[in-house]
């Protein structure tokens, strides 16, 4: 069963940028938009069974959305949830007024916290005084729920590539602002692959450890978290889906998760991504003489197997 502690809801895989670093693809002109309805829906029909202690929109880039992205943080917190977040490239913060008065609308909703992404891929795009602005009117309107400024770099240790060093400059200018710190790192995934990492290849082997921080200790056995994408997928990984809340409720598909029930994801649950080799294998996939890390090796695999699990390997966005 599904022990839920928070939800991810996808606003959309639509995107304004078009980032060196990003796992997803995506068409800024297409793709649907996660109603907030489905929101409601999903939240009513789970709301005497999970209290949730957070809620977060996500994308894609929400703000393309402003319309919808308010009704579903005010549905959050209509639903008693105190910890509701989203995520920007601050596109929008044009001015410091026009970015208060933009957020001071978003705080009356419901919303606690902002996470501004500020790096040397994003900042390819957007200048970085809009992330000044933005950063300006959360400290104003005190979004402190949950905020953080969240930079891409190449590689979890070194930070010499030229990619990094423009990221570390930007962390320099933005230092005083005192907002914390999230640090994450480009996966070898779709685009991200050709941007990724400096030396040695990471072991294949064992359980993935990135993902199991963010489903809780248990990991994919007893997940604390899932996304709900605008399709109506319940993932548990970008890309790894567990039911369709077009196919079934998603109380149900809560709370009758088990991971043996999934060949995909027990392999993962069970045995790591490297156990996905030999089922993809016996489909006629050829191994890779190396992979960077497991995540490499596990979208790999799962891409193509999309075939044979297409219920459990969507949506496309996740598979450029």
């Given at each position: 069963?599904?022990?839920?502690k928070?939800?991810?809801?996808i606003?959309?895989y639509?995107?304004?940028?078009?980032?060196?670093?990003?796992?997803?693809?995506h068409?800024?002109?297409?793709?649907?938009?996660?109603?907030?309805?489905t929101v409601?829906?999903?939240?009513?029909?789970?709301?005497?069974?999970?209290?949730?202690?957070?809620?977060?929109?996500?994308?894609?880039?929400?703000?393309?959305?402003?319309?919808?992205?308010?009704?579903?943080?005010?549905i959050?917190?209509?639903?008693?949830?105190?910890?509701?977040?989203?995520?920007?490239?601050?596109?929008?913060?044009?001015?410091?007024d026009?970015?208060?008065?933009?957020?001071?609308?978003?705080?009356?909703?419901?919303?606690?916290?902002?996470?501004?992404?500020a790096?040397?891929?994003?900042?390819?795009?957007?200048?970085?005084?809009?992330?000044?602005?933005a950063?300006?009117?959360?400290?104003?309107?005190?979004?402190?729920?949950?905020?953080?400024?969240?930079?891409?770099?190449?590689?979890?240790?070194?930070?010499?590539?030229?990619?990094?060093?423009?990221?570390?400059?930007?962390?320099?200018?933005?230092?005083?602002?005192?907002?914390?710190?999230?640090?994450?790192?480009?996966r070898?995934?779709?685009?991200?692959?050709?941007?990724?990492?400096?030396?040695?290849?990471?072991?294949?082997?064992?359980?993935?450890?990135?993902?199991?921080?963010?489903?809780?200790?248990?990991?994919?056995?007893?997940?604390?978290?899932?996304?709900?994408?605008?399709?109506?997928?319940?993932?548990?990984?970008?890309?790894?889906?567990?039911?369709?809340?077009?196919?079934?409720?998603?109380?149900?598909?809560?709370?009758?998760?088990?991971?043996?029930?999934?060949?995909?994801?027990?392999?993962?649950?069970?045995?790591?991504?490297?156990?996905?080799?030999?089922?993809?294998?016996?489909?006629?996939?050829?191994?890779?003489?190396?992979?960077?890390?497991?995540c490499?090796?596990?979208?790999?695999?799962r891409?193509?197997?999309?075939?044979?699990?297409?219920?459990?390997?969507?949506?496309?966005?996740?598979?450029?």
């Amino acid at each position: 069963m599904i022990k839920l502690k928070g939800i991810s809801f996808i606003l959309t895989y639509q995107c304004n940028l078009d980032c060196a670093h990003c796992f997803f693809s995506h068409d800024s002109r297409k793709g649907c938009v996660l109603g907030p309805t489905t929101v409601k829906n999903c939240l009513d029909d789970i709301q005497d069974i999970f209290h949730l202690e957070w809620l977060h929109v996500t994308g894609g880039e929400p703000f393309l959305f402003q319309n919808s992205l308010m009704e579903i943080i005010k549905i959050g917190k209509d639903h008693g949830i105190s910890n509701i977040g989203t995520v920007t490239n601050a596109f929008w913060a044009t001015s410091r007024d026009i970015a208060i008065r933009l957020l001071d609308k978003f705080k009356d909703a419901g919303l606690t916290g902002l996470c501004v992404s500020a790096d040397s891929f994003h900042q390819a795009y957007i200048p970085l005084e809009r992330i000044k602005n933005a950063i300006h009117a959360m400290k104003y309107l005190n979004l402190n729920g949950h905020s953080f400024v969240v930079s891409c770099f190449i590689g979890p240790t070194k930070r010499d590539s030229p990619q990094d060093k423009k990221t570390l400059a930007i962390l320099e200018e933005l230092k005083d602002f005192g907002i914390p710190l999230a640090e994450v790192f480009v996966r070898p995934l779709g685009k991200g692959l050709s941007v990724y990492g400096y030396g040695d290849n990471g072991s294949i082997d064992g359980p993935c450890e990135e993902l199991c921080v963010c489903l809780g200790d248990i990991g994919f056995q007893e997940p604390q978290m899932v996304y709900v994408d605008p399709y109506g997928f319940v993932q548990i990984c970008y890309g790894l889906t567990a039911g369709s809340i077009k196919k079934k409720s998603f109380k149900n598909i809560l709370t009758e998760y088990e991971s043996s029930q999934n060949t995909i994801i027990d392999t993962i649950a069970h045995i790591g991504p490297v156990g996905l080799l030999p089922l993809a294998e016996k489909m006629g996939y050829k191994k890779k003489n190396a992979y960077k890390n497991k995540c490499h090796l596990c979208y790999d695999a799962r891409k193509f197997l999309i075939p044979y699990y297409p219920d459990t390997l969507s949506p496309q966005e996740c598979y450029p």
